[in-house]
């Protein structure tokens, strides 16, 4: 198993997802003689997990069942220990598909934060791209780089302790992409800049509010970027259900010779299965600011 590799049997090492039901899924570590707890009661990993194929249905010891799923950077995101605030896959395949990323792509991040954001980063890069990570937070940086290890992804990242804002991110002149997720991203357009290959290449900036939005906007123009542009990617989802709508009611038809049913006609519906967006909508997450450092 690794993150950006698929393997079909379930091994002594791996991190597995196990899935209790759409909203409830947790991540283990699978380990020889080791037992995960569900409210359906007991895996044994030895038994139930190891030399398992992924996606199977495993019985737990109180006769409910699970799925044992391979993990993947959209499970890990909604299974995650949080040590931050956190992006979400509806903002982060916006973020992977304006940045251009792709496998080969090198990239910087700051801050990496609990690596939501880093796993997919990785995941389209391999296998032979790199990610640059920056994160100030001593604790944050060492489980962040002890969970790629974990997701055999090490290879593909390097992750520095230190303030991007003052330092960088360590690297000058290689990247195809920046992403920044920091509280002041304008402090570090300078050093993003310098990160990046000599010509091309995008830039994203997360952040909540809109006044930390003009503040990068400015920073961004000052040091040449183009085509800067903000947007906020909100999330519709539709609920399937079934209802009952009147026929309507047109009138007699003049040319139709007189019918003595057609008032039960005008009372007529038709039961359909259709889609219903929510009246309320999930709230807003940030906006995302992009911009092309120009080919001279
Ligand atoms: C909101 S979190 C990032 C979450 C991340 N995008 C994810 O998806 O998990 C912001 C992180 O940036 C770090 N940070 C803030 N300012 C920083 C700076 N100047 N240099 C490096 N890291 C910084 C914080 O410690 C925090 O961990």
């Keep these: 198993m690794s993150f950006v590799e698929y393997g079909d049997l379930i091994q002594d090492g791996d991190i597995a997802i196990v899935y209790l039901s759409h909203d409830s899924m947790m991540a283990v570590k699978v380990q020889q003689g080791a037992q995960t707890q569900t409210r359906y009661g007991v895996i044994r990993h030895s038994t139930d997990l190891i ?3 992924y996606g199977s249905k495993v019985t737990c010891s109180k006769g409910g069942w699970v799925h044992v799923l391979h993990p993947t950077p959209e499970l890990w995101t909604v299974c995650l220990p949080h040590r931050t605030q956190i992006l979400y896959t509806t903002d982060i395949a916006t973020i992977t598909m304006m940045l251009e990323l792709k496998p080969g792509s090198i990239v910087c991040e700051s801050g990496t934060g609990s690596g939501s954001l880093s796993h997919a ?123 009952s709508l009147p026929l309507p009611d047109f009138g007699p038809d003049p040319s139709a010779p007189a019918r003595p049913d057609t008032k039960e006609q005008n009372h007529a ?23 092309t450092k120009p080919r001279l």
């Excluded at 519906?269 to 911009?291: C, D, I, N, Q």
């Design 121 to 243: 980063i990785l995941r389209t890069i391999a296998p032979t791209g790199h990610l640059h990570t920056v994160e100030f937070h001593q604790q944050r940086a060492e489980k962040v780089a002890e969970e790629f290890k974990e997701h055999r992804v090490d290879h593909l990242v390097t992750v520095r302790n230190q303030d991007v804002c003052k330092d960088g991110f360590g690297v000058t002149g290689v990247a195809d992409a920046v992403f920044l997720d920091i509280p002041k991203p304008w402090e570090a357009v300078g050093h993003a800049k310098a990160a990046m290959r000599k010509q091309g290449g995008r830039v994203c900036s997360f952040s909540p509010c809109i006044e930390q939005v003009q503040k990068t906007c400015e920073a961004l123009a000052d040091q040449g970027f183009q085509e800067i542009s903000t947007l906020e990617v909100l999330l519709r989802v539709h609920d399937v259900r079934t209802v």
């Design 269 to 291: 519906s038709v039961t359909l299965k259709t889609t219903t967006p929510p009246r309320e909508m999930p709230g807003h997450t940030g906006y995302l600011t992009f911009a």
């Design 51 to 53: 030399g398992q194929r």
